[in-house]
T-cell receptor, first 114, second 111 residues
Framework: ETGVTQTPRHLVMGMTNKKSLKCEQH?????MYWYKQSAKKPLELMFV???????ENNSVPSRFSPECPNSSHLFLHLHTLQPEDSALYLC?????????????FGSGTQLSVL | RKEVEQDPGPFNVPEGATVAFNCTYS??????FFWYRQDCRKEPKLLMS???SGNEDGRFTAQLNRASQYISLLIRDSKLSDSATYLC????????????FGPGTRLSVLP
């Protein structure tokens, strides 16, 4: 148990649906991340929130909309996705400017878009 | 050139073998280095940080060569449970302090 909880673990949605992924960290960290991992590709950084401010938006399509209401919670709102958006979506947290800062991941949401 | 490159793999080795993975990074301003392990369809988990002087954790030894911008991971006495994908991760101030992942090297330890 890494202290980062993601729900749901699996999600199947149609292209017209709206859904949200949820992430909660219990580590007292001040930065949270969304990564995307497609089959046979490296992890791609999508969004970074540091001290609840979005500091990175890595050219992600607007059909992905992040929300960080506080330092412990992070959401990824999904709407009108495409089949190529099917992937493993991983949330992570870290302590920015902490000693030997490391990333801790949640268990991920395996998303399938039909 | 990709920011972080790794041996393409896969590596198939017998139990008890010693195996080494290599990683190179392009950003000379990189500050922090890590090896993560990822099992199939699971999240990456931190295996070890990599320090300038090299460091060891049980059967795992990590080395860093800043001049060559090269990182290595050595696994001794491989176990079946070591089968996974090993990810090289680099962090640099001019990446916005973000963590950049390599593509990973898959290891299969065979009985």
């Amino acid at each position: 148990e890494t202290g980062v909880t993601q729900t749901p673990r699996h999600l199947v949605m149609g292209m017209t649906n709206k859904k949200s992924l949820k992430c909660e960290q219990h580590l007292g960290h001040n930065a949270m991340y969304w990564y995307k991992q497609s089959a046979k590709k490296p992890l791609e950084l999508m969004f970074v929130y540091s001290l609840e401010e979005r500091v990175e938006n890595n050219s992600v399509p607007s059909r992905f909309s992040p929300e960080c209401p506080n330092s412990s919670h992070l959401f990824l709102h999904l709407h009108t996705l495409q089949p190529e958006d099917s992937a493993l979506y991983l949330c992570a947290s870290s302590q920015v400017r902490g000693i030997n800062e490391k990333l801790f991941f949640g268990s991920g949401t395996q998303l399938s878009v039909l | 050139r990709k920011e972080v490159e790794q041996d393409p793999g896969p590596f198939n080795v017998p139990e008890g073998a010693t195996v080494a993975f290599n990683c190179t990074y392009s950003n000379s301003a990189s500050q922090s280095f890590f090896w993560y392990r990822q099992d199939c369809r699971k999240e990456p988990k931190l295996l070890m940080s990599v320090y300038s002087s090299g460091n060891e954790d049980g059967r795992f030894t990590a080395q860093l060569n800043r001049a060559s911008q090269y990182i290595s991971l050595l696994i001794r006495d491989s176990k079946l449970s070591d089968s996974a994908t090993y990810l090289c991760v680099v962090r640099a101030a001019n990446y916005g302090q973000n963590f950049v992942f390599g593509p990973g090297t898959r290891l299969s330890v065979l009985p």
